[in-house]
């Protein structure tokens, strides 16, 4: 049997400061892949405006599932991998169980960044491997 192998986004630099927007950011030289198919390139991140946000079942907000405070208990600003933009809604992956779980979060709540950065986790190996888009960075 294969050994088995999770993708996790890996944000490595320019985090907001809680409750502020930064300026525009120049273009980068590289152009990182659209990984999400969202036309994001690289990974979007949602990292939390504010004290928090609140986590909605639906796209048009709906029933409330929870409200994620920023820091989180560990003093770490929150942050969502985006599975899919909407605009004014994001659907991100929630740091809750089960494991794999979605809500939606109002796009005016968080500030989306991207990166091209992913760990690649072999649980057969014991093994992790960063990658920068394609190329493979350093394994760990």
């Known amino acids: 049997m294969p050994p088995a192998r999770a993708r996790v986004a890996c944000p ?4 907001p400061r809680a409750g502020t927007r930064p300026a525009d950011e120049p ?3 590289e152009a990182p892949v659209d990984t999400a198919g969202n036309g994001v390139e690289g990974v979007e991140i949602a990292t939390v405006l504010g004290d928090g946000a ?6 048009g907000g709906g029933e409330m599932l929870h409200t994620l405070t920023s820091p989180n208990g560990f003093g770490v600003e929150r942050a ?3 599975q899919r933009n909407e605009g004014e ?15 939606w979060v109002r796009s005016e709540e968080v500030w989306p960044t991207s990166t091209a950065y992913r760990v690649e986790v072999d649980t057969g190996d014991f093994e992790c491997t960063v990658f920068d888009g ?7």
């Open 12 to 15: 490595v630099a320019g985090r």
């Open 27 to 29: 273009a980068s030289e």
């Open 54 to 59: 609140d986590v909605h079942a639906g796209p």
């Open 80 to 82: 969502f991998p985006v």
């Open 89 to 103: 809604r994001l659907q991100v992956l929630l740091p809750v169980r089960p494991n794999g779980g979605t809500g």
């Open 134 to 140: 394609d190329e493979e960075c350093a394994p760990v």
